[in-house]
């Protein structure tokens, strides 16, 4: 591959006459980065999907396949930023990036040299009384063609986010540098990591700066490059213990090695071991360069003749001079890898990120529908609207109370269980009455032996149903609530948009449901109070004493069989028709009262809106709804471009 190796040529922007003199502004329209020319058919098709899906922001939904350069303090990430970009980044000592800075390098014929810089500072404000504060974020965006300007509007960009001293930010800058004589590449410079907090500093900053590169560094989409001195002991590197933590089989990071110039005689060897992958293993492996120095800086070195400064360093070193051959040394290696490794990893998830955007689209779509198109500005449109919607909730009510609506749970499943509950206490209360000689004793009265007191009768049964009177009651509660559940769900699915509706219905369904409640208990009173008549139809009554005795009784033998002896299962007998009526129309009774009549209820009531209704009222939005629709519709629309463009690629 060596041998394959190019020099791209290296062209100056036009440049006003007032730099003409100036060597450091000659400079930077100098400042190239390199990529191997033979690629460029088969890696821009990849570059650019991934541009023009970042164009669209589809990167707010999910992750793009990219490269993080993270490093200790004074690693020189600068430095091999610049020269693979060819753009003059901040520079100094403590933290110089205190933003994630965003480098789009893309490599454009019919340009002498342009950027973009851009980025979202937000603005604060405050609300009336009692209100929270409020905050939105305008895009800043700053085109230009002077290459010597880049430090200054990133300095500026990251004093507005991070603000003005040694504080970081989370808040994205993105940098697109456009010239010929860049490589399709995209990076993400990340803050050095800091082990001593600096005057002014918080004391967390170190803690700070690493939660910031872990929220970039784990993401699987994510290429890490990892940038350590050759001067220091590989293993004590903060930032490769990092990335070993997120990617502990080092599939995806890349460590490259900087100042080979300033390692101690007789470490050369060690340092050679780490760069063949003997000592701290990588899949990607290590590369080394040879930047140029504050020195080479502070000279005005361009960046052309720090390339061939490097080359020579490597062609003359005893020890590196090797790693030319295996294409593991100088930036140009590095910026033909990098490519590679970045077009190879969006190779590799097309097809999830295909995946992963149809699946947002049908998930955008679902929460679209949800934030309806929301009602028209014209009072006519207006009027419309609000008829349709509280028809459309009216249907939706008339079809929960007739079991064919079903939002979340199976109303009438729930009912049932009920139901059940209440027939399982009832024949738990069942009993055989075997004491019932003793009760009879207990209460006997003037009459003579042998004779009957059908009041004692009376007596027992009374005192055994009134026992049902809380457990009636109790299951009216239970539908009561359960009722109540299934109403709301149905305002809420209808009329979540508009508060002041929803608070009307919501008023509305409870004041109903409590008349109905105290209509409901006092059929249950008069039901009990019916109950203590004990009565029942003579064929009913022996029909039932015949199942249970196993004998057979008919009204031509009355009265017979009045025997004492008898008295238990008579009252079993009729216990037994009070459990039959008693399972039926409790449910029926409370599910006319709670169910059916106020179904019919509401939906007059609501229908009673439409006179004389305030509908700008009645329609208000919530603020937060008209938010998330809007929200809601442009991410829709760039994920519907992001589909078109991945379907047009693949």
């Known amino acids: 591959m060596n041998n394959m190796l190019t020099s791209g040529s290296f062209s100056s922007p036009s440049q006003s006459s007032a ?60 430095s091999v930023l610049e020269a693979l970009s060819g753009v003059a980044l901040p520079r100094g000592k403590g933290i110089v990036t205190r933003c994630p800075l965003e480098l789009r390098l893309k490599k454009v014929t019919g340009v002498n040299w342009k950027a973009v810089l851009t980025y979202w500072p937000v603005k604060a404000g405050k609300q009336a009384s009692g209100q929270a504060a409020w905050s939105t974020r305008n895009e800043k965006k700053f085109e230009f063609e002077d290459p010597s300007s880049v430090e200054r509007h990133v300095a500026t960009a990251q004093n507005e986010l991070a603000g003005k001293g040694v504080g970081i930010s989370d808040d994205l800058i993105t940098l697109e540098v456009m010239s010929p004589d ?50 220091i002991d590989i293993a004590t590197t903060e930032a490769l213990k990092m990335a070993q933590e997120v990617d502990p089989e080092g599939k995806r990071t890349v460590a490259i090695l900087t100042k080979p110039d300033l390692i101690d005689k007789g470490t050369e060897k060690s340092v050679l071991a780490v760069v ?34 490097e080359r020579e360093f490597f062609q003359n070193h005893d020890y590196f001079r ?58 006519k449109g207006a009027k419309q609207f609000l ?44 009993t055989s009455f075997s004491n019932s000689k003793a009760v009879s004793q207990k209460n006997r009265g003037r009459e003579l032996p042998g004779f009957s007191n059908y009041k004692v ?64 208990e006092q059929r249950i009173l008069e039901q009990f109070e019916m109950e203590n008549l004990i009565y029942t139809q003579d064929p009913i ?67 009673g809106l439409l006179d004389g209704a305030n509908v700008s009222e009645l329609l208000f939005e919530d603020s937060d709804v008209s938010k998330r629709r809007k929200d809601l519709r442009v991410r829709l629309d760039r994920l519907s471009a992001a589909q078109a463009a991945l379907t047009e690629f693949i």
């Open 387 to 430: 008829t349709q919607t509280l028809k459309r909730f009216n249907d939706q009510i008339n079809s929960l109370s007739s079991g064919e609506l079903i939002l979340k749970e199976n109303l009438f499943a729930q009912l049932r269980a009920e139901f059940k509950k209440w027939n399982d206490h009832l024949n738990r209360l069942k």
């Open 541 to 607: 009554f022996l029909k039932i004493l015949s199942e249970i005795t196993n004998e057979r009784f008919s009204e031509e033998q009355l009265p017979m069989f009045d025997k004492k002896c008898k008295y238990s299962h008579m009252l079993e007998a009729h216990y037994e028709i009070v459990v039959q009526r008693m399972a039926d129309q409790l449910p029926m009774m409370i599910s006319l009262f709670m169910l059916k009549e106020t179904a019919e209820f509401l939906s007059t009531d609501i229908l």
């Open 457 to 520: 009768f009376e007596t027992v049964l009374q005192k055994h149903v009134a026992k049902l009177n809380k457990p009636a009651n109790d299951l009216l509660s239970s539908m009561k609530d359960i009722i109540l559940e299934h109403l709301l769900d149905v305002v809420n699915h209808c009329f979540q948009n508009y508060p002041v509706l929803k608070n009307i219905t919501v008023s509305k369904i409870n004041n109903i449901l409590s008349g109905q409640q105290e209509k409901a």
């Open 322 to 379: 090797c790693l030319l051959k295996k294409d593991k040394a100088t930036i140009k290696c590095l910026a033909i890898k990098l490519t590679q490794e970045l077009v190879d990893h969006i190779k590799k998830f097309l097809p999830q990120l295909d995946e992963k955007i149809k699946k947002h689209l049908w998930d955008t779509r679902n929460e679209l529908k949800e934030c309806e198109g929301g009602p028209p500005q014209d009072p």
């Open 182 to 231: 860049v490589c399709d590449l995209t990076l993400i410079d990340l803050p050095g990591i800091a082990r001593v907090p600096l005057k002014g500093q918080p004391e967390d900053i170190g803690e700070q700066i690493k939660r910031l590169i872990i929220k970039f560094i784990e993401k699987q989409e994510t290429i890490n490059l990892v940038v350590v001195p050759c001067n």
């Open 19 to 78: 730099h003409d003199d100036d060597p450091s502004q000659n400079e930077s329209h100098n400042m190239m980065g390199e990529v191997h020319s033979h690629l460029e058919e088969n890696i821009r098709p990849y570059i650019d999907l991934i541009d023009s899906l970042r164009s669209v922001g589809i990167q707010k939904d999910l992750a793009l396949p990219t490269i993080v350069v993270i490093g200790d303090q004074s690693s020189g990430k600068s």
């Open 276 to 309: 063949q992958n003997k000592v701290i293993p990588l899949r990607k492996g290590y590369i080394m360069v040879k930047c140029r120095g504050q020195q080479q800086i502070d000279d005005h070195i361009p960046l052309e003749a720090a390339t061939q400064i």
